[in-house]
Nanobody, 118 residues
Framework: HVQLVESGGGSVQAGGSLRLSCAAS?????MGWFRQAPGNECELVST???????YNADFVKGRFTISQDKAKNTMYLQMSSLKPEDTGMYYC????????????????WGQGTQVTVS
């Protein structure tokens, strides 16, 4: 069982920045960031595997950077040039297998951290 704890969310004005963190009890396989806005489906933001291979959703467009510190069992999401449409609950997720693009590929999830951009 993998436990994931997100932190770093908050409220910022458009154009601002936030850095999200996800601390994992076991760091392996693939880690990903998803987000969900009210009334919307959960969508993939970015993934990184233990080898450091990265996938970014198109809407990231160089604004967000995923990274990891395996010594700390922690994944990060540096978000810059934030827009109101980035508002939502951001979740950290873990897959024991290769990275995937769909929610069902990920077995373990954090409780989420709220990001609000006004």
């Amino acid at each position: 069982h993998v436990q994931l704890v997100e932190s770093g969310g908050g409220s910022v004005q458009a154009g601002g920045s936030l850095r999200l963190s996800c601390a994992a009890s076991i760091y392996s396989g693939c880690m990903g960031w998803f987000r969900q806005a009210p009334g919307n489906e959960c969508e993939l933001v970015s993934t990184i595997n233990v080898a450091g291979q990265i996938y970014n959703a198109d809407f990231v467009k160089g604004r967000f950077t995923i990274s990891q510190d395996k010594a700390k069992n922690t994944m990060y999401l540096q978000m810059s040039s934030l827009k109101p449409e980035d508002t939502g609950m951001y979740y950290c997720a873990h897959s024991t297998d290769a990275c995937g693009l769909v929610v069902g590929r990920y077995t373990y999830w954090g409780q989420g951290t709220q990001v609000t951009v006004s």
